[in-house]
């Protein structure tokens, strides 16, 4: 059974910093592409960054030179390091894995609870 658990969401102020975490069980994070993913209340789910099994990562527009995603492939777990957050970038935050090495299908079979990031002015 695979599982993602997301931590170190919480209250920054604007220009911040936080590192989010995923660990995932049953999971071979090595070999996957996982992703974050980001959703505010009323809005759809945008797609925050993606790493691949070679670890070539992709960033939305919105958070390019400012969040980095990594993977520990020991450790198994997924990484996003934040920094000059903005209040925009409050939302809900989720670790998603995929079954497939590229990141290119956009298909995410497992997620995570997701947790809060909240950036004040």
């Known amino acids: 059974q695979v599982q993602l658990v997301e931590s170190g969401g919480g209250s920054v102020q604007a220009g911040g910093s936080l590192r989010l975490s995923c660990a995932a069980s049953g999971y071979a994070a090595s070999r996957n592409c996982m992703a974050w993913f980001r959703q505010t209340p009323g809005k759809e789910r945008e797609g925050v960054a993606t790493?691949?099994?070679?670890?070539?990562?992709s960033y939305a527009d919105s958070v390019k030179g400012r969040f980095t995603i990594s993977k520990d492939n020991a450790k198994n777990t997924l990484y996003l390091q934040m920094k000059s957050l903005k209040p925009e970038d409050t939302a809900m935050y989720y670790c998603?894995?995929?079954?497939?090495?590229?990141?290119?299908?956009?298909?995410?079979?497992?997620w995570g609870q997701g947790t809060q990031v909240t950036v004040s002015s």
């Open positions: 790493i691949n099994s070679d670890g070539v990562t």
């Open positions: 998603a894995a995929s079954n497939y090495w590229t990141c290119s299908r956009n298909e995410y079979a497992y």
